[in-house]
Structure formats: C-alpha cells, structure tokens
C-alpha cells in the first residue's frame, strides 16, 4: 500500500470549511484514496474514496489533485460534532484497512 | 437499518481469564472483520470473514486468540488466556461487497486486562 502523510492535528472554526490534507507520493495507478474518522468512543467510520476524479457526498468532498499524489478532504461546514481523528487510507480496496495516526481535527465554537 | 452492535462493551478481566468478545453485523453482509487498537498504537487488523469461512486471519496476534463465526451470523473472538498486552479496543466491521464502499464499524468493546 501507498504511504501517506497527514499533519498530526489541526484546527477549524465552527461553521468554517475544514481542509484537509493528505499527501501520497507513491500511490499506484489503480489504487483509491479512502477517507475514514473516528470521533472519540466510536469506531472508524467511513466518509469518501475516490480514484481519479474529484467525489462529493452529504459527508464531505474528496479532491485528488491530477497526478493523484495528493488529495484533500473538505468538510464544507465544520460542525463541532466533526471533531474526529481523520485517516486517509491508500489501497486497492478497503479490505484489510490500515489505519495511520491520522490527522487530529478539533472543531471550536 | 440496525448497525455493528458488539457487547459487551466494555470488559475488565485479570490476567489469565477468558474473555470472549462478540459481534453482530449489519444483517445480510457476508464480510465480517475484526480490528483492534491497543494502548497507544494504530488501530490493526486482525481477520475477516466471509460468511461462516475465515478468509485471512494474519493479523490474529498469537494462538491465545479465537475467533469463529458459526451460521455466518454473528461473530465472536475469544481471548484465552488473556495477557496485559490485549488491554485496548476491539472493533469489529462489517460489509455486504469486499471493497470500495467502505466497511460499518461497531463502537468497539474496550477489554481491559488487569
């Protein structure tokens, strides 16, 4: 599987769009980008994945830049119940997940 | 649409004990897996099932640990004898096609060894 890097922790205001990044220098042609959070006491829940193109749904927008060695996670409107770590996950599948540290995202009011 | 529901969920056992973690997953999906994080680490796989059949259990730590999934229903993974190593949160997921739709984790069952 790709390696990715994501910052350890970031900040975002309530109501504000949270960005964030995910970079993965070395993913392979047909492997997808999946983005997962666990907010504290639940387990992983899935938000988005993509391959090529840029994906939205009611969770979130998935940007993969056009080498596809980078991407970003946008959440449109940040909400405090959006404090979460966020994981971005490079594989063929999501089978046999491999969770990183994540990125810490805390939502202030 | 019920979820993942795993009980209990929270366990506090000696050293030594058994303890046997179960699972339902969501009705209908045929792929079950079961994940753990332990104290201060990344959240792992351990094993999946298809159905009643297990499909790769290369991330089962050592044979203390069992986990069946009899019927293809629910699942249970055993921990026997536990060690203070197996303290951490146990999560177990589940899915109706291998890959690209994402899994429905449970909240987990936090084993506590003492």
Redesign the interface.
């Known amino acids: 599987d790709a390696k990715t890097t994501q910052p350890p922790s970031m900040d975002c205001a309530e109501g504000r769009a949270a960005n964030l990044p995910c970079n993965h220098s070395t993913i392979s042609g047909n492997e997808y980008v999946y983005w997962y959070r666990q907010i504290h006491s639940q387990g992983p829940q899935y938000i988005i994945h993509g391959l090529k193109n840029n994906e939205t749904n009611e969770m979130a927008s998935l940007i993969i830049t056009e080498d596809r060695k980078s991407s970003t996670l946008i959440l449109p409107h940040a909400t405090l119940r959006d404090t979460a770590v966020y994981y971005c996950i490079v594989r063929l599948n999501d089978y046999k997940l491999s969770f990183g540290a994540g990125t810490t995202v805390t939502v202030r009011a | 649409e019920a979820g993942?529901t795993q009980f209990p969920s929270h366990s506090v056992i000696e050293k030594g004990q058994t303890v046997t973690l179960r699972c339902d997953p969501i009705s209908g999906h045929d792929n079950l897996y079961w994940?753990r994080r332990v104290m201060g680490k990344?959240?792992?796989?351990l094993l999946?099932f298809v159905k009643e059949s297990k499909q790769?259990e290369s991330?089962m730590p050592n044979n203390r640990f069992l986990a069946e999934r009899t019927g293809g229903t629910y699942s249970t993974l055993k921990v026997q004898p536990a060690e203070l190593e197996d303290s951490g949160v146990y999560?177990c997921?589940s899915?109706l096609n291998?890959?690209?739709?994402?899994?429905?984790?449970?909240?987990?069952t936090r084993l506590t060894v003492v």
């Open positions: 993942v994940y990344e959240i792992k796989f999946h790769d991330g999560f997921a899915s291998l890959g690209g739709l994402g899994y429905t984790f449970g909240s987990g």
